[in-house]
Every structure is written in structure tokens, then in C-alpha cells.
């Protein structure tokens, strides 16, 4: 198996919004549903998901509430807010861009 | 968003917690998961933290990212520098009663400029207000009823213009009569000034001109104290002038203009009265107010009054050019609240600069002050550049630091400001008295905390400097106190306390000059004796009394009736007396009969006062030759008058006046002549400050003017003028009720009044030149003290090998006069550049007084040394044994 890739600067924002806006998921669920995803290629490190979460709660992208979870802790829930769905769109289109264009040249080598 | 970083900020241990909670409840479910790989309860465990890694680098990268930046960063420099505020209790002490004295005195001096000369005047777009006035001819300001009506109908600037006068009403209440201000204007003038009645209406479009209804509109403060607030007063009459007049409105609260009316009325001037101009047509004289389109912008103004300068110019008839009336012609507008505040503006102005340069020297002390404790933690700020901290990073706490120290003293000031304002407004002094009271505002609290930061940033600057040139390396290897980079620092504030006495010593001049103006102007020679005399106004209304005669039968029997009374030595009647606080009553071209003729505008113009022969006995005006007024002048044909001793200087030099004439040529070929009786002692003017001007007396027993209606009393008593107040009233009173007595003063009230603004002003700056020289006291005591405190090692060995006291305590007053006279030559410079400003407020004092120039430096000189004494001693009584062993 080979190693999981690094997230490309900037992208693990994408994911995350992405992610979330299936609906309200607490930390923990994100970083393994973007697992699954990405079949095991995408492997979010602990040390940046946290404050990428924070961060975007700062910028008022996702919300954060509290509720019980399956273990019965407390946990903390993100979801996307209305102004988190514009930057996703944003951002998506942007990859959509940039990866078109990586790929154009990487396939005319 | 803004409520999450502010939570960030505020709710610090919350987030805190709830960090703390989201990273347990990650590591508990990567446990979960552990175990359901297999993993024993205790390996799953281990794995699941191994697996998050550290978590407080975690928990400081979601700090991070929660933006606790510098926001987060000057809190904590607050915190910090609030801990450092509980420690140093007295350094706090100081700095905050300091600045509470100086930010204090600024705000006060703040609320007062912003009061009167910032705040706009209450009335709708104020800014578009503009006073409008003429220069003719010898170059006072005035306005002209023809000007008037031409620049209403010419200008293409203004929405309107309004003419008004002043004047007085005798009113005629339910309990005794009294005079009113009141002022007379154009229907225009409502609409002018642009303010909506409180009650009733204004004056109508048609309510101008001599044919006018007698109507008038009170003042809020008339009706409230006078029409007992009714609020059903409009329609209903009041007794003016021996005539009923119709309320026909009342205007709200703050509307005052012309400042201190209390009744409009319909002005009584019409337009054929005065247009077309020509040299037999009397001008009625008026003032003018105007305002301008919204969207005129000042070059257009300027360009539209320069072209209504010309087109008004034309509309007179060449044969005004001859008495130099039209080349000298300029009609101008200003702004209206630059004309009505003119008079105390350069006061202002001057105190707001001297409370500044308070400021400034309480900004050096605390930056000393700051620099000492700067010096005492140099090894603290190395020890964490060592560290790794920025040296801006510490720079920016230190100032943030020394803000903090500013604050409390900024509130402190605050209130200070607020019980000064109070206790202004409880003193009002005359120079502010026509003014709305003084009021703290948000604008003046916005300034407080405005000079407060800036304070705190400028004082700071000296300690940031210091601390931003921290060498790590000397500062670790030194040992505490004496501390290297010192020796830059010392210099700093050796200059800095050069700078405050310099500052000081500023203050300490214009105090000076202002003190001995005051002196001068108390000591002035008045030209009579002011103690026993009582003098009051009346103004008769001249429906009762239209001419000349009746005017003056009433004046002659209200004289004869005072002179009867008891303790009443002499009593006289005059148009004008000295320090009334008003203009000349009269003036009068000059030619005497016999020399060249002069040409009409060339003529010297002398103000005229017309009075009862009594009058220099009961003034106590020497006769300087010939003789005074006779009662049987008024039996004579040919004028007599009387001329000062200006007069005789200025007009008659070298001649005897007594015997010569005044030669007036009248319109329709006749002499009229003017006798020279006698000469006179000159007097002061209508103001202390004003010098004798030339003046020349008529008897009011030949006068044959209507307008003897406006007169002085003068009362010389026996014993104290109060005691015959009330019966002079009394007897006027008897003589017809509806003529009110007003201005009842002694002469030494008035020549009080007449000091008021220098005292006003002396006494402030006297307080900013005193507060100034404590702070510098402080200051060169503070660094004395410091200095000796440092050098307490070098002075011990100096001692133990055989220096005498004496020496040592020299040594120390040597430096201090060093300080001292380096702070004395800035201070000396900067008074000579800047004293000029003082001018304006100066009476017969140079602004480069040589006395104030010489005394106040030694003044300084010795309070200095003073202050330097206690630390000298000090170091005098240094014990060597105790200097060595201290390190």
C-alpha cells in the first residue's frame, strides 16, 4: 500500500466543507468519511484537521454545535452554513479548474 | 462571526474548555476504533494519543487559527501591564494624578473651545450662516440700509438676507418696568436663520417699514420668565414703550441671536427711505446676516462679493467719492459663528496652546519616570529577546504598557474636567458670560480619550526607545541597578528634563506678562476717583419723550430729585462715562475754525459725549484751563464745549484751545461754531485698555438733539454708593414708573468688570505656569534622586577618599545647574518666538519685556535648585561603608 498522499495546500478546506455539507458530523467522522472516500488515499492528519475546523468556523463557513453522540459523549458537530455553501461552490469550481489544467499537462507529456 | 472572535477574546476558558472536550472525544473514539482492530483496552489507549500527537501543540494551532493574533497579543500586553500597575502602586499614583491634573485642565480648556468655538450655532445648516457688513470709508464695519436692498435684490448667492439692529424696550410689567434687548429685524431674518416658532408665528413678509404693526416675538427665556409660560399667550398685548404690542410668537429654547434678545420686532426701515441713494438721504445704519445656497462653495462666495462690491459701487452717486467714501468700499460675509465668537477667539486659542504645552511637560515627566523603571527591568526585556521575543513585539508592549498607565489618568482627568466645567459655569466669568453655558459632550469625552492614548503613546516613546536598543548581551552580564545602555538613557532624560523646565519657564513668561499687564491696567490712571460713585442707565421711550426738550426736562428733574436725596453729594447726567463697556455715543469731524480747511474725509473724527454741567464735579475730571459748563450756558446763543486734554494735544498742538472753535459747515450754507471753553483731564475710554482718545464735551444745557433719550446717571455719595441705590430708583420711579432703571453699578464694579478677561486669563495661565513648575520640580528631583541612587557606589569611594560633603552635594547641584541652564536658554528661545502670540491680550506690556525676560529664569533657577537640594543632601550623606556593601 502505498503512502497517503499529503493534502495539496488549501484543499483540506475543500474537503472538509464538502463533508460536512452532507449534514452536522462531529470531527472524528469527518477526517474517516474523507478516509472512505477517497478509498484510504487521502489520509487527513490529526494535527491539521482541528484547526482547519476552527479556522472555518472563524470564518463562519461551518457552524459548530454540541450533541450527544453514538458513545454517548458530548460531541462537537460541524455543518455547513449558508455563506460555507457559497465558498464550496467556489471552491469547487476553482479545483475543477486547476485539476482540468494539471491533468491537460500531465497528460500531453 | 464577529461574536465568535469576540468569544475567542472574552470567553477565553471557555473555548478553552471545549477545545479540551472536541480532542477527548477524537482520542476516545480512535480508542473505539483501536479496540475493535484488537487492541487491549491499555494499547488501544496509547496508540489513540500516540496517534494524535501532541496536544497542546494541537490546542495552540487551533488558537491560531481561531485568530487570537494581535488582538489576543495587546490583551495580553494589557493584563501584563495592568500586573505591572498593582506592582508599582506609586509609579501608577503619580502617573495618574498627574495627568489627571493636565488632562483634566486640557479637557476643560477643550470644553470651552468646543463649546463656543467648535459646536455649531443651533440653528438649521448653520454652516451656510454668514454675517455681511461694509467697509465705507474710515473702515468700520457696518451695513447700510441702501447696501441692503441691493444685495438682496443682486446676489445670486443667497437664499436670503436679513437686516437687523439692536435696541432696548422698556417693558412695562405687572410689578415695575424694566429694559428688554431686544432687536429689530427684517421679516427676512426669520427665515435666515432658518429656526421654526415655538409658539405662533413670525413676522410676515409685509410686517416691515415704518408702517409696521406693533407686534413683537419673545424669547423662550422672556416668556418663561416674564410671560409666566403661557401657553396661550400668542394674540395677547404686552406694554412696550408706553405702547401695547401684540405677542405674535415665541421661538424655541437656544434660539439667541443677536445674543441676548428677548424680543424681534418689525424693523422700521423701507426700501424708499433709501434707495435711490443720494447725500441728503440719512443711511440707517443695520447689520446684516445671510444665508448662502446649499452647494455655494467659498471661491464663489468670494468672487460673488467682490462682484457685488463693484455693482454696489456703482449705485452711488459720484459725489460720495470725494469724502473717500467709495474707493475704500468693500462689502464682505463671513461666517457667522467666526463673527459672533471674534472676540474671545485668540484667547481661546493662546489657552488652549499653554494647557497644551502642560500637557506636554507632564509627557516628559512620566516618560522619565518610565525610564527609570525601564532601566530596572532592562534584564527581564533581555532575558526574553534572548528568547526569542521580537523587539517589536516588545516595543508594542511597552507602549501598549504605558497607554495603560494613561488611562486612569484620563479618567481622573475626565472627571476633574467635569467639576472645573461645573465650577466655571458657577463663576462665569464675563468673557464667557454671553455665551451658552460651558457643556461636557461626547465630542469632548471622544477628545479626553483622543490625548489620553496620544499622551500615553508619547511618553511611552522614550521607554520603547530604551527598550528597543536593549543590548542582550550588557544587559545580562551587568548587574541589576547599574545597568549599561544607562548612559544613553541618562542623557535622555537629562534632556527631557531640560525640555520640561524649558517648557516651564515658557509658562512661566507669558504668566508673567500677563501678570504684569494686569497690574498695570489695575494701576491705570482713570483720569477721575471711581470710589463712592453710582451710575446707572435709563433709556426713555420715545413715544413719551420724541424730542430733545422732553428729554431732557425728564433727565434735569430726575437730577434735581437724586440731588435732594440723602448722602448723595453731587448727581449728573452724561451721553457717555468712562469703562461703560460701550462705544462713543456720538462722533464729530473735526475743523477748527481759522486753520486750512480740510477736506471732508480727512478730518480727524473725535468721539462727543454730551453732558450735564455737574458731571466733572460728581466725576472728579480736573479742570486743566478755562472754565467748565455754566447753567447759564443754556440761556446763551453761541455753543460751548469742553475738550480733553487729548484733544487739546492732538488737535491743538502748541495752542491754547480755550477761546478757539470748531467749525461745522451745515447743507445749506451756514456756519455752525462751537466754542472751546475750557480744558479738561483726560479720562479712560469706554474699556481700561483703551487710552484717552480725544474727546469733546457738550453741555446738555444747550443740546438740541432727539437723541438725549439714552443716558448715564452719575451719583458721587457721601458714603457707600450701594445705600443709594434703592432711593435713586425710588425717584426715578416717581417721575414715571414706565421708564426702567438698568446697569445699576459702581464705578468700582465697573472698573472690575472692566479687568475681568485679564484677570480671567491671568489667572488660568497662572494655574497652567504653576502646575508646569511643580511637574518640572518633580521632575529635575525625580532624575536627582535617580542619578544618586545609581551613582551611591562611586560617590561612597569619592568619600572614603576624603571628599567633604560639601563637594559631593556641589557635585550634585553642579549637574542639576547644568540641566537647568540648558532648559532655560530653550525655554528663553522658545518664549521669544512665541510670546508675540500673547499680544492681543498684552496692555502696555511689551511682548519682550525685559523685566519678565530677566526675573522668571531666576525664579525658575532657584526652584529648580530647590528641588535639586533634597537629592544633593542625599548624596552628601552617603555612608561608604553602606555603598559597598549594598552590591
Known amino acids: 500500500m502505498s503512502r497517503p498522499t499529503d493534502l495539496v495546500q488549501g484543499t483540506l478546506d475543500l474537503l472538509i466543507l464538502k463533508t460536512a455539507a452532507v449534514g452536522p458530523m462531529h470531527g472524528w467522522a469527518i477526517a474517516q468519511r474523507i478516509k472512505q472516500l477517497s478509498s484510504e488515499v487521502l489520509q487527513v492528519q490529526q494535527g491539521s484537521l482541528y484547526p482547519a475546523l476552527h479556522r472555518l468556523e472563524q470564518q463562519g463557513w461551518i457552524s459548530a454545535e454540541w450533541g450527544p453522540s453514538d458513545n454517548n459523549r458530548k460531541a462537537k458537530y460541524y455543518s455547513l452554513t449558508k455563506t460555507g455553501r457559497k465558498q464550496l461552490e467556489k471552491e469547487s469550481a476553482d479545483w475543477e479548474r486547476l485539476s482540468q489544467a494539471i491533468s491537460s499537462i500531465v497528460r500531453m507529456a | 462571526m464577529l461574536r465568535l472572535r469576540l468569544r475567542s477574546l472574552f470567553r477565553r476558558s471557555a473555548v478553552e474548555r471545549e477545545l479540551d472536550a472536541e480532542m477527548e472525544f477524537h482520542i476516545a473514539k480512535q480508542v473505539e476504533e483501536n479496540r475493535a482492530a484488537g487492541m487491549s483496552e491499555e494499547e488501544a489507549s496509547e496508540a489513540a494519543r500516540r496517534q494524535f500527537g501532541g496536544r497542546t501543540q494541537r490546542a495552540e494551532e487551533c488558537r491560531d487559527a481561531r485568530r487570537l493574533s494581535w488582538v489576543g497579543e495587546i490583551l495580553q500586553d494589557v493584563r501584563y501591564a495592568v500586573r505591572g500597575m498593582r506592582r508599582d502602586r506609586m509609579l501608577t499614583l503619580v502617573a495618574a494624578l498627574s495627568l489627571a491634573i493636565c488632562i483634566g485642565a486640557n479637557t476643560t480648556i477643550f470644553s470651552i473651545v468646543n463649546t463656543i468655538l467648535l459646536r455649531p450655532l443651533p440653528y438649521p445648516a448653520p454652516a451656510r450662516l454668514y454675517w455681511i457688513a461694509e467697509i465705507l470709508g474710515r473702515g468700520e464695519e457696518v451695513g447700510t440700509g441702501a447696501d441692503y436692498y441691493s444685495l438682496r435684490a443682486e446676489n445670486r448667492v443667497f437664499e436670503d438676507v436679513a437686516a437687523f439692529d439692536s435696541t432696548t424696550l422698556n417693558w412695562s410689567g405687572a410689578e415695575k418696568s424694566e429694559e428688554i434687548a431686544s432687536a429689530m429685524v427684517s421679516p427676512s431674518f426669520f427665515r435666515v436663520l432658518g429656526e421654526r416658532p415655538m409658539l405662533g408665528r413670525t413676522l410676515a413678509r409685509d410686517e416691515e417699514g415704518s408702517k409696521a404693526p406693533p407686534v413683537v416675538v419673545a424669547s423662550y427665556r422672556f416668556w418663561r420668565n416674564r410671560l409666566g409660560s403661557d401657553m396661550h399667550i400668542t394674540g395677547k398685548p404686552i406694554r412696550l414703550q408706553g405702547l401695547e404690542y401684540t405677542v405674535i410668537g415665541v421661538m424655541p429654547q437656544g434660539y439667541d441671536y443677536p445674543r441676548g434678545t428677548d424680543l424681534w420686532q418689525p424693523l422700521p426701515l423701507d426700501e424708499s427711505s433709501q434707495l435711490p441713494r443720494s447725500e441728503r438721504t440719512p443711511f440707517r445704519i443695520l447689520r446684516m446676516v445671510a444665508r448662502l445656497k446649499a452647494g455655494v462653495g467659498a471661491a464663489q462666495l468670494d468672487s460673488e462679493m467682490a462682484r457685488l462690491t463693484r455693482s454696489i459701487r456703482s449705485e452711488y452717486p459720484p459725489a460720495f467719492e470725494t469724502t473717500g467714501f467709495l474707493s475704500r468700499m ?73 497607554v495603560a498607565f494613561a488611562l486612569p489618568g484620563g479618567a481622573l482627568g475626565a472627571l476633574a474636567a467635569y467639576v472645573a466645567v461645573a465650577g466655571l459655569n458657577a463663576w462665569q466669568p464675563s468673557l464667557l458670560q454671553n455665551y451658552p453655558a460651558i457643556s461636557l459632550d461626547s465630542d469632548t469625552l471622544a477628545f479626553t480619550l483622543g490625548i489620553t492614548v496620544l499622551t500615553g503613546l508619547t511618553f511611552g516613546l522614550a521607554p520603547a526607545g530604551a527598550a528597543a536598543g536593549v543590548s542582550i548581551q550588557e544587559a545580562l552580564k551587568g548587574s541589576g541597578h547599574t545597568a549599561s545602555g544607562g548612559r544613553r538613557t541618562v542623557r ?207 453741555c446738555d444745557c444747550q443740546a438740541e438733539s432727539p437723541f438725549l433719550s439714552r443716558m448715564v446717571v452719575v451719583i458721587r455719595t457721601s458714603g457707600d454708593p450701594h445705600s443709594a441705590i434703592r432711593a435713586a430708583e425710588h425717584a426715578i420711579g416717581l417721575l414715571d414708573r414706565d421708564q426702567p432703571v438698568f446697569n445699576v453699578r459702581t464705578m468700582e464694579e465697573r472698573l472690575s468688570l472692566s479687568l475681568a478677561p485679564e484677570r480671567f486669563h491671568l489667572i488660568l495661565i497662572g494655574t497652567f505656569a504653576a502646575i508646569a513648575v511643580v511637574l518640572a520640580a518633580l521632575g529635575v528631583y525625580g532624575v536627582m534622586c535617580y542619578l544618586v541612587a545609581q551613582r551611591t557606589r562611586e560617590i561612597g569611594i569619592r568619600i572614603a577618599l576624603g571628599a567633604r560633603s560639601w563637594d559631593v552635594a556641589g557635585l550634585v547641584m553642579k549637574e542639576s545647574a547644568l540641566l537647568a541652564v540648558a532648559g532655560l536658554l530653550a525655554g528663553l528661545s522658545g518664549s521669544w518666538a512665541l510670546t508675540r502670540y500673547l499680544r492681543s491680550l498684552l496692555h502696555g506690556v511689551a511682548t519682550g519685556d525685559t523685566a519678565t525676560f530677566a526675573t522668571m529664569p531666576v525664579l525658575l533657577l532657584v526652584i529648580a535648585a530647590g528641588a535639586a537640594l533634597v537629592p544633593a543632601l542625599r548624596a552628601a550623606r552617603i555612608d561608604p561603608v553602606a555603598a559597598f556593601r549594598e552590591d
Open chain 2, 330 to 402: 468693500k462689502i464682505f460675509a463671513t461666517p457667522l459663528q467666526r463673527r459672533t465668537t471674534g472676540d474671545v477667539r485668540p484667547a481661546l486659542l493662546i489657552l488652549s496652546g499653554a494647557v497644551g504645552l502642560v500637557l506636554l511637560i507632564a509627557c516628559a515627566n512620566l516618560a522619565n519616570l518610565l525610564l527609570a523603571r525601564a532601566a530596572s527591568r532592562q534584564r527581564e526585556l533581555a532575558v526574553r529577546l534572548a528568547l526569542g521575543s521580537a523587539r517589536s513585539r516588545i516595543v508594542r508592549q511597552v507602549l501598549t504598557e504605558s
Open chain 2, 492 to 698: 535622555l532624560r537629562q534632556v527631557l528634563i531640560a525640555a520640561e523646565l524649558g517648557l516651564s519657564l515658557m509658562l512661566l513668561i507669558a504668566a508673567g506678562l500677563l501678570g504684569r499687564s494686569f497690574l498695570k491696567l489695575a494701576h491705570t490712571e482713570l483720569g477721575f476717583r471711581p470710589e463712592n460713585l453710582l451710575t446707572f442707565n435709563v433709556n426713555l421711550d420715545t413715544n413719551r419723550y420724541p424730542d430733545g426738550a422732553s428729554q431732557l426736562r425728564f433727565f434735569r428733574e430726575a437730577r434735581e430729585r437724586i440731588q435732594q436725596l440723602p448722602g448723595v453729594r453731587t448727581a449728573a447726567v452724561a451721553t457717555d462715562i468712562p469703562l461703560s463697556g460701550d462705544g462713543p455715543w456720538s462722533g464729530q469731524d473735526v475743523q477748527v475754525e481759522g486753520h486750512a480747511p480740510i477736506p471732508l474725509g480727512h478730518r480727524p473724527l473725535v468721539d462727543k459725549s454730551v453732558v450735564s454741567p455737574e458731571f466733572f464735579r460728581a466725576m472728579d475730571i480736573p479742570l486743566r484751563k478755562g472754565r467748565l459748563f455754566d447753567p447759564s450756558d443754556g440761556l446763551k446763543k453761541e455753543h460751548v464745549i469742553l475738550v480733553n486734554e487729548s484733544f487739546a494735544h492732538r488737535i491743538l498742538p502748541g495752542e491754547d484751545p480755550v477761546g478757539r472753535a470748531i467749525r461745522t459747515d451745515q447743507p445749506g450754507g451756514g456756519v455752525f461754531l462751537q466754542r472751546i471753553v475750557g480744558v479738561v483731564g483726560d479720562t479712560r475710554g469706554s474699556n481700561l485698555g483703551t487710552p484717552p482718545q480725544p474727546l469733546v464735551y457738550g
